[in-house]
């Protein structure tokens, strides 16, 4: 008997030269290498935070506070926007994921929202912060 | 639902000793750093300084001279606020040290209670004057520090737990 898993959607950006109409008509190898030769692969890995930062709420501000065998004398305050990343990370999320729903909640008038997302997931799981689901 | 306006995420450090860390995570209540600002600091008393009764001329902690006579002290009678008016006198020779202290409002706690309104009189002229400051008793409910900067929302907080 197989192992039960919750289903679980996750959102691949697409950035290939077809459209709509010609992926569906691709077969799954043709779509397998398409997706190898025009996704950035990278869009279909998995992040959720590191756990043992605890998120609370404190004097209005969100705070990450270090548990277990982190460092126990620096909290992390966060932003807005790092607050709304860090939610969503709760459970486990691909990039495209994060952006979906960040458009969804947020205005982007400067046209930044991807690129600060990227850029905070990468250098996030450099720092530990976040950890990327294998 | 109105859309925030997106900002780029940012995480900042906080360093704190351990005795900070203790109290944010347990005891309840938000310490607040009260600023004991309000009317001219003495500089004969603030920071330890001593008490003299003739009319000399010593150098002071700070680097001047400054004459001693105790007449010439900067000091207050504070007064907590009865609707506007005078009401039970706190400080007999309040003078502002300066410096800021932990204060400390315990879960269940008015904020109000422990940081009153409160009027100042300085001691040193014949006239009543009335300036308005915020109060606190201190830790022991038995001192008097008074500040400038009367809304609490103003303040700093030094940790909440």
């Known amino acids: ?134 | 639902m109105e859309k925030m306006v997106w900002e780029k995420p940012e995480m900042n450090d906080i360093a704190f000793g351990a005795n900070e860390y203790v109290a944010a995570c347990g005891d309840g209540g938000t310490t607040y750093w009260f600023t004991c600002n309000a009317g001219q600091i003495d500089h004969h008393t603030a920071r330890g300084g001593e008490w003299y009764d003739s009319s000399t001329w010593k150098e002071c902690w700070c680097g001047e001279t400054h004459l001693t006579e105790y007449d010439d002290k900067h000091s207050y009678r504070v007064y907590k606020d009865d609707n506007g008016n005078f009401g039970t006198q706190v400080g007999f020779n309040y003078s502002p040290c300066g410096e800021s202290h932990e204060a400390t409002v315990k879960t269940g706690e008015s904020i109000e209670d422990v940081f009153f309104k409160g009027w100042m009189d300085d001691k040193r002229t014949d006239e009543v004057e009335k300036i308005e400051v915020t109060v606190w008793r201190g830790p022991g409910g038995d001192n008097c520090h008074c500040t400038s900067i009367l809304d609490y929302k103003n303040w700093s907080i030094a940790y909440s737990g």
């Not at chain 1, 404190?58 to 065998?69: F, K, N, R, S, Y």
């Not at chain 1, 008038?109 to 600060?116: A, D, F, Q, R």
């Open chain 1, 1 to 134: 008997m197989k192992e039960y898993v919750s289903p679980a959607v996750h959102i691949i950006e697409h950035i290939g030269t077809l459209d709509n109409e010609q992926i569906a008509a691709l077969s799954d190898s043709e779509l397998e290498a398409y997706l190898l030769e025009y996704s950035d692969l990278a869009h279909s890995r998995l992040f959720r935070v590191n756990d043992r930062y605890i998120l609370r709420e404190i004097a209005g501000e969100h705070v990450l506070v270090p548990t277990g065998d982190l460092p126990g004398n620096v909290m992390i305050t966060m932003n807005r926007t790092c607050t709304f990343l860090w939610e969503q990370l709760q459970e486990p999320k691909t990039i495209g994921d994060l952006i979906f729903a960040a458009k969804q909640r947020f205005d982007d008038p400067s046209g930044e929202l991807e690129n600060h997302i990227r850029e905070f997931i990468e250098y996030r799981v450099k720092t530990g912060h976040i950890w990327e689901v294998k």
